[in-house]
């Protein structure tokens, strides 16, 4: 079974850019995290869905940040206008409500750099 | 609000040595699964080893084992043997499983960078 997939594995941008970053998470999880990785801010949970519904948006930074899940096998996570300190490594991670593991699987992370 | 604490933002190993890696957390809940990811150069995310709060046996798998101290919050990553492959980022991180609007959600600790010596 393939992984999480994110794409594009690299992005660079200039300023007021949007931004669009996708995940395509395991066949069958019902759960999808996103996730931003700074040196500064270690990694902070963005936002969490589940069954496509999201349910705590509490660590999206500001308005620029949007998220969506319109089905199952598919998420967004978008910035509008883009600034040099969105630049981080955004990572997409799913997980089935399994009692027996409770695990995150992780994708490969978007390197987001902005000019 | 949950919060997972490593306290030791670098640690660093002689190869085949034993090295121990700590993490607190602070919660309120009773269910809850503990985990620690690697992360190596890479940047892949990858899992070492998971508990699950109810259990009161300590999880091992081959050279990595935890000591889980439940009233204390700790949750220690012990490595066996220490390899070079071993070098890496490690997290720290809590997954609640009790009902409530957090249900599922994920914390990682701060992360501590291991080096092994050869």
Known sequence: ?115 | AQTVTQSQPEMSVQEAETVTLSCTYDTSESDYYLFWYKQPPSRQMILVIRQEAYKQQNATENRFSVNFQKAAKSFSLKISDSQLGDAAMYFCAYRILAGGTSYGKLTFGQGTILTVHP
């Not at chain 1, 990785?37 to 930074?61: A, C």
């Open chain 1, 1 to 115: 079974d393939a992984g999480v997939i994110q794409s594009p594995r690299h992005e660079v941008t200039e300023m007021g850019q949007e931004v669009t970053l996708r995940c395509k998470p395991i066949s069958g999880h019902d759960y999808l995290f996103w996730y931003r990785q700074t040196m500064m801010r270690g990694l902070e949970l963005l936002i969490y869905f589940n069954n496509n519904v999201p349910i705590d948006d509490s660590g999206m930074p500001e308005d620029r940040f949007s998220a969506k899940m319109p089905n199952a096998s598919f998420s967004t996570l978008k910035i509008q206008p883009s600034e040099p300190r969105d630049s981080a490594v955004y990572f997409c991670a799913s997980s089935a409500r399994d009692r027996n593991t409770g695990e995150l699987f992780f994708g490969e992370g978007s390197r987001l750099t902005v000019l």
